[in-house]
């Protein structure tokens, strides 16, 4: 395998893993902001807890993700920039008020009164950043031409993203989010009736992603319909994702939650490497592939080793972060 | 507002926010590491009570850190992408090795901050100094790529033809990096310690729980004075990395307009561009060359000799040099009378409290001040010498509306987070004197329903 191959490899397992994890906390926000029923407060308590130790660490992967972009495929990464700019601006609002108002409204020893009602801003920031994430990875699929004039991307910055299916992507990714959040949090609790409420809302959402993955088949273009999904994988990739999200329907059913966490996990890692082998080669279609911007070899071999280097002391720390919080009482 | 200048301010805004928090970042842990040791090694339950109360205002600022770091990563892109299509292979290490930095630092935070309960006191104290090492060295490896900017190496290929080949090690140890590490880190810690300092004293002369602000105003003020007192040497090695590598940043920074031996120091003054003078400068004799060369009679190179289409805005350059140096003097005087008082181990009194007051922005002011002088120092280039800033700027149009966008939400974040920081500070001693407090008693108000 190439270098170049082997560091979009990494990129793909950090979107993965942003995606499990982070994903999962914006997922946690829009329960916050639905939060409904005589637990109302338990339920916002429950998320709040569960998110609070490992948000930051959840979030370096996005930036992980991002420097390699730069360091190994520049001109992909100012291509995005440049066609992409108000989509990426509108997801970096809403980490903004996101992370912030999270920590804000935990640590305000008045609890959001007088004027510091941040709670709210949390909740709603979470429906922007999955929704602009989602655009954004719907419009790699198309429309990034290098204009040989300049030899920069061809754009007048919005028909890349302002249309059907990047929107629907947008909608997509953020009731896949809630549906992971809502897995997580039936396993975070005892409380029978607390995971009870989750139940419901993880059936609920599942019910969303089916409908919003629905939508964007039905909008794609026939650029991503065919051009972009006629890789051999793709059939046994979506076969896979369908098994594994009956199982974790019938899992949560039947209330086996471990299991239902398991297979929610399965199905959003094969619903990402599916959209990746659906993208291969193009890191932007079509202009930009990935071996036609990586970066000279003398800066790959290096990056490779560092982050071989850095993955034995970082994936020790990490799962002795999530031993320390995620660690049932109990359990 | 042309699209350049708005992207030039929404960088040099977003930069000049999260420097405020990316210091605290850096120097707290260590003030938390110093209380957390005392306490175990005392046993005094008030350093536990210190260092928990310094978590909190650290946990805040951290968050709004790690924010508008993500931020600046995207904008790099977002303003500037033709730059890092240059770029970015070239300064790729120590930005990726930036991203386990701050994947430590973020893990033992974590641990620190919620895990007191949950490890043992030796894993909670080894994180504390995880999370140090781990800021300080993100911060480090984010200066190298800056100092690259400043003093580019390591690569062959110009910006039209992209980066051909690459020594990722020498470009991230190029000739500025070290002086821009070791001056910045030391600014960090000064800064810092000075403004929890200021907090501190402020709590006692109000009188309010002596016995919690007195030790930590004296670790606080400690860190601060050392640093302060590095402060001086390592902004000379920046000086002369400077007059070496970049001679029209030197002579920006001094309003220096003539090439001469035996140049004077200015202390004011104003550069007036149009005629090519400094008016109004206090000058030392052969002080300049003597701390630009290390010899009072070498020769300094002036503004005229570099065509004006390759000149920083001088004045801007000077008046923020002069902030910088000014502040530094200041902070050496309040940390000598500090040091007087503890050799003599009196009581600090209340003007000198007062003082400390006072002194509390100082080195907010000079790092700020000191970022302007080096960044528009650069000034036309984005890279010294190679890329100019106005050929890397973005073709996206109406730049000006995200520079108002984000520049609203960080007022908006920045007041929030003072009144916050209030509440957390000032609410607990407040409680504590007008009857039972919730917020002091073991883990905090805020984990309760
Ligand atoms: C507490 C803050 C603080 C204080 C007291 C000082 N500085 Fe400073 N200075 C900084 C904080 C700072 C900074 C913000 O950290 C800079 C910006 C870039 C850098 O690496 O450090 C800086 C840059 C900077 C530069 C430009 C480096 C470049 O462009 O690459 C020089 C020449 C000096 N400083 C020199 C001094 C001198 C002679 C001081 C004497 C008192 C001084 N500084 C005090
Ligand atoms: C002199 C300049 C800088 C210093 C000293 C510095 C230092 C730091 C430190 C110590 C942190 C840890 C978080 C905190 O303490 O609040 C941090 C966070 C961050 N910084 Fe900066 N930084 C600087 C400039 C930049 C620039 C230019 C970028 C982007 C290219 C950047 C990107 C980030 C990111 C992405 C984070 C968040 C990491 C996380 O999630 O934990 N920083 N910075
Ligand atoms: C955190 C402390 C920093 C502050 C306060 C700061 C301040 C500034 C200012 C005032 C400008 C505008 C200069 C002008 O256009 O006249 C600027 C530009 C810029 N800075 Fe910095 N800077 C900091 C650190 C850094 C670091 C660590 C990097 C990169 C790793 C960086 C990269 C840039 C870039 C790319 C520009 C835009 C291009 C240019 O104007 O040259 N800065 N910064």
Redesign the pocket.
Known sequence: MTSELMIAGVMLVALVLYTLTGGADFGGGVWQLLAWGPRKGAQRRLVDDSIKPIW??N??WL?LLIVLLFVCFPTAFAAVCIALHLPLALMLVGIVLRGSAFVFSHYDPLRGRGALRWGGVFAVSSLLTPITLGVVLGALGSGFDVDPATGLVDTDFVSEWLAPYPLAVGLFTLALFAFLAAVYLVNETDDPELRADFRARALGSAVAVAATASLAYLVAPPVIRHDLSASPWATPLHLATGLVAVAALVALWTRRDGLARASAMAQVTLIVVGWAVAQYPYLAYPGYTIAGTAAPASVLTPILVALAVGGVVLFPSLAYLFVVFKRRPGA | MTDLLAARAQMAMS?AF??L??????AMPLLMVIAERRHRRTGDPIYRELSERWAKGTAI??????????V??F??GLLWPQFMAFAGPIIGMP?SL?GFA??L??IFLGIFLYGRDRVSPRVHLFSGVMVLLA??A??AF??C??AWMNTPAGFTGDPATGATSVEPFAAMWNPAAFSEVLH?TCA?FASVGFAVAGIHAAMLLRGVRRELHRPALKIALTVGAVFALLQPITGDVAAKHVAEHQPIKLAAMEGHWDTERGAPFRIFGWPDEQAEETRWALEIPYLLSFLAHGDPHAEVVGLKDFPRDERPPVAVVHVAFQIMVGCGLAMIAVAGLGATFAARRRELPDWYLRLLVVSAPLGVIAIEAG?TVTEVGRQPWIVQGILRTADAVTPTPHLVIPFLTFTGLYVLLGVTVIVLLRRVVFAADRDKKHGPSNMLSGTSATEAP
């Open positions: 930051e660490a979030h370096v930036i | 930069l999260h420097i928090f990316a210091i605290v970042g850096m600022m951290f968050a709004v850190g790690a924010v508008s770091g993500t600046l990563s904008e790099l930005f930036e701050f994947f630092e973020a800021g300080t993100s911060a984010v200066l790529a800056n910045m960090a970022w």
